[in-house]
């Protein structure tokens, strides 16, 4: 029974994200129920990472089995066909050993989150950055972000309702750039909390106006308490970019 491995590009806005769920369209229910439409299997995908709703990616990974072989590049181009007009994309297919899994074989995870600072309404990015009018200092929030690199306890960067079994997390890279009135936070890890990259944007957002300062920062961390950290920032301006697997 082939393996295949999927890279996929999609616009969460209008869906509850990336796993099936009874109060709409997910990602996952799009993509199963076009690869039905191809083949006429009815089977389930594994996903790298489960997005929430509103939230997008420019190159999240899946892995499936069927029970026929296709070449790789039919499953692609046949179900990007059967997805029709949905914000969801197959980028790129590859058959893959049996052993391999989206999820637990990965060893990494990077997100970019998008702000975009200015007083005047988006037209182009609404819906796709977070709009900040007040104006944000992205040197500031560097120096915020460097507190939180490394192995900590995240419990103040944890939503209530995450499932990991511990909120201990290594978190590899925490880089504020900016372009212009463009500010982009990328984070790399093996694995993230439920929220996690939220809560810290929101947190370092808090640094950028000047509300809080470096040392607020390492408080909340160490308070290990998610009232102690600042709001979650919105979720349409989170990208999961990419996924990494050892080669």
Not at 5 to 13: C, H, K, L
Not at 19 to 30: D, E, H, L, M
Not at 96 to 114: C, K, L, M, P, W
Not at 156 to 166: I, M, V
């Amino acid at each position: 029974m082939p393996r295949y491995r999927v890279t996929i590009e999609y616009d969460g806005t209008d869906l509850v994200g990336w796993q099936r769920q009874t109060n709409g369209p997910s990602v996952q229910q799009y993509i199963e129920e076009a690869i039905a439409r191809f083949c006429g299997e009815d089977i389930r995908i594994q996903g790298a990472g489960r997005t929430d709703a509103g939230v997008h990616a420019y190159g999240q990974v899946a892995s499936f089995d069927l029970t026929d072989r296709h070449e790789p590049r039919t499953v692609k181009n046949a179900v990007n066909h059967h997805l029709g007009s949905s914000r969801i994309s197959i980028l790129d297919c590859e058959e893959v050993s049996e052993d391999f899994n989206a999820r637990f074989s990965a060893t990494g995870r990077s997100y970019i989150y998008r702000i975009i600072n200015r007083q005047a309404r988006l037209a182009l990015d609404a819906g796709y950055a977070w709009h900040v009018k007040r104006e944000l200092d992205h040197k500031a929030m560097q120096h915020g972000a460097e507190i939180l690199i490394g192995k900590h306890d995240f419990s103040s960067f944890r939503a209530a309702a995450c499932q990991a079994k511990s909120p201990i997390k290594t978190l590899s890279k925490l880089d504020v750039v900016r372009s212009g009135d463009v500010i982009e936070c990328h984070v790399s890890a093996p694995s993230f909390l439920h929220n996690q990259v939220r809560a810290m944007v929101g947190t370092l957002s808090l640094v950028g106006t000047g509300q809080w300062n470096v040392d607020d920062v390492r408080s909340a961390l160490a308070a290990r308490d998610r009232q102690k950290a600042g709001p979650n920032a919105p979720p349409w301006g989170l990208y999961l970019s990419s996924v990494s697997y050892d080669s």
